[in-house]
């Protein structure tokens, strides 16, 4: 203990005692030296995003297709065509329970958008979602087949025998709704640094394009606020329908409870349940507009490009609700070595189609991140609604005739020094000359030993202290015709000796008080001379 025997004693005391555990031997291991490696899965999409036909077109609900575009259109994709998600549903007697009409249609009927399904979908603690309302909705407005009071069911789980395979039940249709939700509320939006081997300080966010979608989802949004505010108790049939229909814009902003309760007729209970949901709507609606101009006042003195895209995004999620998705569109620094990068991924993966494939499948079983978005592609996939898995890699920086670190390595290869391995999944063909946008999925930072190791051991051992010999041994060759020693006969004295000791040492048990005083040895005592012995009488004269 750095010459201090007192420690030295205390210490071994304890462990002696095991009140201390004595220290792990490192010498056994060998440090191994290695190379970093981050692999980075992401989602890239087009600035002008191409729409899955099928889905509705209606100008005057847009808005959360107008607020996040490319995020849109890659759920479309993923959904699939909405005429093939068949909803089932059954008019119940409601004094007997009986059925008395069944209807079946397509989810095209709903002139919805995917990100309004995305949304409308999310129970939030809520039994019956307003995805389930706008579809009772529609049911409560087609014209009447029976003069018996009835109640709409949903039956989810119907599939029909008659049904072809690449037809939804509503049931499954809901089960990919919640798979897609769950991949995008645990992402987050894609920058400029997520695409770069250095980050860089600067901004290259598209601040126009940005701010030209918060301004017109907040002139939207004050305008349906100030069409539902003129209408009065005076109000007729054909103004209770525009009143419907109010209600239902300002759904699409995400306010609970703004799925029209009346869905047809103008009576005086139909009238009090829409000004009901009025005034309920009015109040949600004041909260969100205050919101929304606290954020339009920081906006008019700030200068820092950072802080204004932070405000933008929060501007847009005050409108939409805190678990809207925004991608902000920006120009990657390095386009070029990006699209070059791409380009080269079928070469830098030796050529096999099924390399990154693998790569993914296995980091999808312990990523989080990637594994919620496996789950899509498996929906997908299982469902036919026409969406692939498209995976591409990039790595940066970009070298001709690279190889990627995802695959095995070659015989003597160590992994190249200073690599960031993109995993990128594109719907669609991307210029990287113009702005980009995408989902950061996660990303997985790894160690790669090296194949082989220069090792060295150091052996620590006292040196022989400067004291007076304790004891000399004097040998005697075996064989006394032989003129000079031998190392083997030298090498076998020495052994039989060290034996000897051993043999002859007497244990403490037999010196009782003298073991702390003396050692002792064993000897042969013959005093009539028949063998070999030692004479301590003739030692001691």
Not at 62 to 83: C, H, K, Q, S, T
Not at 133 to 154: C, M, S
Not at 384 to 394: I, K, P, Q, S, Y
Not at 485 to 498: A, C, K, M, R, Y
């Amino acid at each position: 203990m750095q010459g201090n025997p007192i420690r030295a004693a205390a210490s071994l005391e304890a462990i002696g005692r095991g009140e201390t555990p004595p220290a792990e031997l490192e010498v056994v291991k060998t440090p191994r030296t290695g190379r970093a490696v981050t692999h980075r899965e992401i989602v890239l999409f087009n600035s002008t995003p191409t729409m899955l036909a099928g889905w509705s077109t209606i100008k005057d609900v847009d808005f959360r297709v107008n607020a996040e575009p490319r995020l849109n259109a890659w759920v479309g994709r993923l959904f699939g065509n909405p005429e093939k998600v068949r909803i089932v549903a059954d008019a119940v007697d409601h004094k007997n329970g009986a059925v008395v009409v069944s209807k079946e249609f397509g989810l095209d009927k709903l002139g919805l958008h995917p990100l309004d399904i995305l949304y409308m979908s999310d129970t939030d603690g809520i039994a019956e979602t307003e995805f389930e309302q706008r579809i009772l909705y529609y049911l409560k407005r087609l014209p009447k087949e029976t003069t018996v009071q009835t109640n709409w069911k949903i039956r989810p789980d119907f599939r029909s025998p008659d049904w072809s395979g690449d037809l939804q039940s509503f049931g499954e249709f809901l089960e990919l709704v919640r798979t897609v939700r769950r991949l995008i509320n645990d992402t987050c939006a894609l920058n400029q640094n997520d695409v770069t081997f250095c980050a860089l300080n600067e901004s290259n966010i598209d601040l126009a394009e940005l701010g030209a979608r918060f301004t017109k989802a907040s002139e939207a949004f004050i305008k349906i606020k100030k069409t539902l505010e003129k209408f009065k108790k005076t109000t007729d049939a054909d103004e209770s329908e525009a009143m419907r229909y109010t209600l239902l814009q300002m759904a699409h902003f995400g306010i609970p409870g703004a799925i029209p309760k009346s869905a047809q007729g103008n009576d005086a209970a139909a009238k009090r349940l829409l000004f009901e949901q009025k005034a309920t709507v009015l109040r949600l609606f004041a909260q969100k507009i205050q919101a929304t101009n606290e954020i339009i006042d920081k906006l008019k003195n700030q200068n820092n490009p950072n802080v204004k895209v932070k405000l933008l995004v929060e501007g847009l999620q005050a409108l939409f609700g805190n678990q809207f998705l925004v991608l902000p569109l920006f120009n990657s620094p390095n386009k070029a070595e990006l699209a070059n990068a791409i380009a080269a991924s079928s070469h830098i993966q030796d050529d096999d189609p099924l390399a990154v494939v693998t790569w993914h499948q296995r980091a999808s079983r312990v990523h989080d991140g990637i594994g919620r978005l496996h789950d899509v592609f498996l929906y997908t996939e299982a469902l036919a609604t026409g969406e692939r898995m498209n995976l591409h890699v990039a790595q940066l920086p970009f070298l001709e005739n690279d190889r990627w670190v995802g695959l095995p390595l070659a015989s003597e290869q160590n992994i190249p020094f200073g690599r960031l391995s993109l995993i990128a999944h594109i719907p669609e063909n991307i210029d990287f000359n113009n702005a980009i946008a995408g989902l950061y999925i996660g990303e997985i930072a790894d160690f790669v030993p090296h194949a082989k190791e220069t090792t060295g051991i150091v052996y620590q051992y006292d040196q022989p202290n400067s004291v007076a010999p304790q004891a000399v041994l004097l040998a005697v060759p075996p064989d006394m015709t032989v003129a000079h020693w031998t190392e083997n006969t030298l090498e076998q004295v020495l052994i039989e000796t060290l034996d000897l000791a051993r043999i002859r040492a007497v244990g403490p048990e037999a010196l009782e008080e003298l073991s702390q005083f003396l050692p002792a040895l064993h000897f042969a005592f013959n005093t009539d001379n028949e063998t070999v012995s030692t004479d301590f009488v003739r030692a001691s004269s």
